[in-house]
């Protein structure tokens, strides 16, 4: 096995590019991957200042490595959710992340600074856990990204992420969600531009440039994502791709060229001012917004065990 | 287990439904869902008359029965396409089927009359044996229903069969596929209505519905098929159907709602009047039609050996 660029040894095989690489020109193939993604979308300027998310797993510290190779001004931000020592073991592995590198990251425990955890409030709402995670990560990321000045939030979502999410989508095809499942969300209304200069790499490669470049991340899944939908979309696009390979880049990438903007027509965009939240100051279309009732609702709730949700489907 | 309806003893769960059915109300359920499909879409008007394409499997024998049964007036049209053993039991199936009840069956064999069978088409023309299947199947159901005066022709394609296509359709987002996905192709340019009846029926319905029915369909697939992409697809949408019962219904009726016409209107209907081809007179927008172009290529050449694709992905 040899390397595509050198023909020296190689140490990884890459089946959607039909290429071998060895570590040096794998770690380049990653790095030209994430700028080219950037370049394509229009994800950052030159001088913008960006605020990467960072969860202590291979994706998010990839990510910002990457970013900070290609000369970005990039700092970090990390949630620890509160969802027992897988939370602790994430937040410990962005912190030494940081720390080693000397690169600032700001950590916001959910429990001590908002009253919550993201196992409370799925008891509370009596919702799946990953809604009350994905709504406090939205509303944080923005507001860390307001109050410190940034331009850009980028997180580190990956091309199995996303086709696995516009598989979800599809399955129902919901056109609001299809049309706004892009890889850069522009700013607007008082919130930041989102970006995801992963959507070029896999899964198997951002862990891949991980263990290659020594970074520490944690390997162990959300518990409380066990079971599901989201990681049964991902194994039935593992099985297609094993058998043909490259089917998650056209699945994705053919859907951004030929289909994402019939539905974005569709979806009227809410280019209204909104009004401000009554707590947080945030933006919002209500009086109060949803981080600040799920904050209600959860006040005084004493932290519930860690139950996961059930088993994984075998 | 109690039948939904009269309470009775159940034989059968249809999962996606929450119920069970006994014989009897199995039975009425499936012929009112194909009466539901037939009006929802405007498949077929009234006096019109119908040719239901059988293979002898039990898609398309339940289908031709339960048309009559809703009082339709059905005859069939059946293509022997000399893949070995397989088409020589599909044909005495559905020749069985029609003389026990007296009921008009047209049989074309496909190497008798064209000169050619999918095998050797299949070798000639060095494409997967369903290219040459698929295009000698339309042409001969289009011949059969103009030289039989037919208004529609109807097709036994299920749940499943539709919901694998539409997402084959999906990993390539290619909208002229997307756009022409539909239950129902109008009349034009000389092509006679194609409608789909069973599309509100899953594969395991219409097998139930000919066990229950007494039907003695061919239960084996296609020997040829084997190892293909769309059963591949099949497979990953009956590991998401497994965990959440009705999805394949969903993403196949919330397609036709939400997205069909998006992808429908970007996809410029050829509207003009098309040529006759030279040869068989079929419509065509060259000289001569695929068919006879197929024809051609695969003059003089001796059968081959039937050989399977190979295995199926395990």
Same mark, same amino acid.
């Given at each position: 096995?040899?390397?595509?660029?050198?023909?020296?040894?190689?140490?990884?095989?890459?089946?959607?590019?039909?290429?071998?690489?060895?570590?040096?020109?794998?770690?380049?193939?990653?790095?030209?991957?994430?700028?080219?993604?950037?370049?394509?979308?229009?994800?950052?300027?030159?001088?913008e200042?960006?605020?990467m998310?960072?969860?202590?797993?291979?994706?998010s510290?990839?990510?910002?490595?990457?970013?900070? %190779?290609?000369?970005?001004?990039?700092?970090?931000?990390?949630? @620890?959710?509160?969802?027992?020592?897988?939370?602790?073991?994430?937040?410990?592995?962005?912190?030494?992340?940081?720390?080693?590198?000397?690169w600032?990251?700001?950590?916001?425990?959910?429990? %001590?600074e908002?009253?919550?955890?993201?196992?409370?409030?799925?008891?509370?709402?009596?919702?799946?856990?990953c809604?009350?995670?994905?709504? @406090?990560?939205?509303?944080?990321?923005?507001d860390?990204?307001?109050?410190?000045?940034?331009?850009?939030?980028?997180?580190?979502?990956?091309?199995?992420?996303?086709?696995?999410?516009?598989?979800?989508?599809?399955?129902?095809?919901?056109?609001?969600?299809?049309?706004?499942?892009?890889?850069?969300?522009?700013?607007?209304?008082?919130?930041?531009?989102?970006?995801?200069?992963?959507?070029?790499?896999?899964?198997?490669?951002?862990?891949?440039?991980?263990?290659?470049?020594?970074?520490?991340?944690?390997?162990?899944?959300?518990?409380?994502?066990?079971?599901?939908?989201?990681?049964?979309y991902?194994?039935?696009?593992?099985?297609?791709?094993?058998? @043909?390979?490259?089917s998650?880049?056209v699945?994705?990438?053919?859907?951004?060229?030929?289909? @994402?903007?019939l539905?974005a027509?569709?979806?009227?965009? %809410?280019?209204?001012?909104?009004?401000?939240?009554?707590?947080?100051?945030?933006?919002?279309?209500?009086?109060?917004?949803?981080?600040?009732?799920?904050? %209600?609702?959860?006040?005084?709730?004493?932290?519930?065990e860690?139950?996961?949700?059930?088993?994984?489907?075998?």
């Open positions: 096995m040899k390397c595509r660029v050198c023909r020296g040894p190689a140490v990884i095989d890459v089946r959607r590019q039909n290429a071998n690489y060895c570590p040096e020109h794998f770690l380049r193939m990653c790095r030209d991957q994430v700028a080219k993604a950037i370049d394509e979308f229009a994800m950052i300027r030159p001088g200042r960006v605020l998310t960072v969860s202590g797993g291979k994706d510290l990839m990510g910002w490595d990457v970013l900070r %190779e290609l000369g970005y001004e990039v700092d970090g931000f990390c949630i @620890s959710l509160g969802i027992g020592e897988y939370s602790a073991a994430s937040t410990a592995a962005a912190r030494a992340f940081a720390d080693e590198r000397g600032p990251l700001e950590v916001v425990d959910l429990r %001590e908002h009253g919550f955890d993201v196992p409370t409030a799925a008891h509370v709402t009596r919702r799946v856990p809604s009350a995670c994905g709504l @406090s990560k939205r509303h944080l990321f923005d860390a990204a307001r109050r410190g000045g940034y331009d850009v939030v980028a997180t580190g979502h990956n091309l199995d992420d996303e086709a696995a999410v516009l598989f979800g989508n599809v399955l129902r095809w919901d056109a609001e969600y299809l049309g706004r499942q892009l890889p850069v969300l522009p700013e607007r209304n008082g919130f930041p531009r989102k970006v995801k200069p992963l959507v070029r790499l896999a899964e198997r490669e951002t862990a891949a440039y991980c263990v290659l470049r020594g970074i520490d991340y944690i390997v162990e899944e959300c518990p409380m994502a066990e079971g599901n939908k989201h990681l049964g991902k194994a039935a696009l593992n099985a297609i791709e094993a058998e @043909s390979p490259g998650k880049h699945v994705y990438f053919h859907f951004l060229r030929e289909a @994402s903007a539905f027509s569709r979806t009227a965009q %809410e280019a209204d001012a909104l009004g401000a939240c009554g707590r947080c100051g945030a933006p919002t279309t209500g009086d109060l917004c949803a981080f600040c009732r799920l904050q %209600e609702r959860t006040a005084g709730h004493e932290p519930v860690l139950k996961p949700r059930r088993k994984a489907p075998t």
